[in-house]
């Protein structure tokens, strides 16, 4: 069976410091999978999507970057940490609908 | 106007039906989704409808779609605590990535 692995759940960093989530699947080969940041408030903001080992596409110009070293491994990252980054980030990836993982509730302090 | 609008909050008593309502603005849109959000958790796929369905039944949920209204709702029969939750509905055209609403957060009280 497919599932989706997401950590840490949660995470409290300070401004300035880097970050690293990390999100792979099981039970599927070449995914297409989604980092989604959910905001208090507002809908899923889509953030970064790859369609393959190697290929990020972004959707909105931040302080964020994605990596995908792995079939079924991506990786949300930043150099610098942002107050305007906490949310709750989301992994996903797309078959009949989207599966999403248990999400990454950042705190930037 | 956002691409999605759902209302912020519904409040229902427990054994009640609660309704949450969704319009959207692209007329191409193929697939609607309706996810379920629990505290501290990720998106739960409920259900989806294509858009040539006026109607999808599962179980508790009905989904009702109104091409010409472009509106779309999720019925739940006699909603239960555990069904508090944020629901969130989103749209698609074909294999494109969903544009998803804020979110309706459904109060269920005794």
């Known amino acids: 069976s497919q599932t989706i692995h997401q950590w840490p759940a949660t995470l409290v960093q300070p401004v300035g410091s880097p970050l690293s989530l990390e999100c792979t699947v099981e039970g599927t080969s070449n995914p297409n999978l989604y980092w989604y940041r959910q905001a208090a408030g507002r809908g899923l903001q889509l953030l970064f999507y790859s369609v393959g080992i190697g290929q990020i596409s972004s959707e909105v110009p931040q302080n964020l970057s994605a990596s995908r070293p792995q079939d079924r491994q991506f990786i949300l990252s930043s150099k610098k940490l942002l107050l305007s980054d906490s949310g709750f980030y989301l992994c996903?990836?797309?078959?009949?609908?989207?599966?999403f993982g248990s999400g990454t509730r950042l705190t930037v302090v | 106007g956002e691409d999605v609008e759902q209302s912020l909050f519904l409040s229902v008593r427990e054994g009640d039906s609660s309704v949450i309502n969704c319009t959207y603005t692209d007329s191409s849109s193929t697939y609607l989704y309706w996810y379920k959000q629990e505290p501290g958790a990720g998106l739960q796929l409920l259900t989806y409808?294509?858009?040539?369905?006026d109607m999808k039944q599962d179980q508790r949920l009905t989904v009702l779609l109104n091409k010409k209204d472009k509106h779309l709702s999720l019925r739940i029969a006699d909603t239960q605590t555990g069904d508090s939750a944020i629901y969130f509905c989103a749209k698609a055209r074909g294999s494109y990535i969903p544009t998803f609403g804020r979110g309706t957060s459904l109060i269920v009280h005794p």
């Open positions: 409808i294509f858009s040539n369905m």
């Open positions: 996903a990836w797309r078959e009949d609908g989207y599966t």
